[in-house]
C-alpha cells in the first residue's frame, strides 16, 4: 500500500513533504512521533483536511514533528 507523508519537510531525515512512499518506511517510523504523519495515498484529502483543525491527531503530529525536527528553523 502506497503511503504518503503529510508532515513537514525535515532534511535531516531525508523527508519531503507529500513524498510517497510504496510502503511505509520502517527505518524512519517505528515508535515515533513521525508514524502518524505517513497515511494511505487515497485518504490524503481526509488527512489534509485534517492537518488544519486544533486537537486533531494530524495537526499535533505535525506541530510534535515541527517543535522535534525543526526547533531551530523558520517554519
Not at 488527512?47 to 526547533?71: H, K, P, Q
Amino acid at each position: 500500500m502506497k503511503v504518503i507523508y503529510i508532515g513537514p519537510s525535515i532534511p535531516a531525515r531525508a523527508l519531503q513533504r507529500f513524498q510517497v512512499f510504496s510502503e511505509l518506511p520502517s527505518a524512519i517510523v517505528g515508535g515515533s512521533i513521525l508514524d502518524r504523519l505517513f497515511v494511505p495515498v487515497e485518504d490524503l484529502s481526509k488527512a489534509r483536511a485534517a492537518l488544519s483543525v486544533e486537537g486533531t491527531i494530524e495537526w499535533t503530529a505535525y506541530r510534535d514533528a515541527v517543535a522535534a525536527f525543526l526547533s531551530n528553523k523558520v517554519r
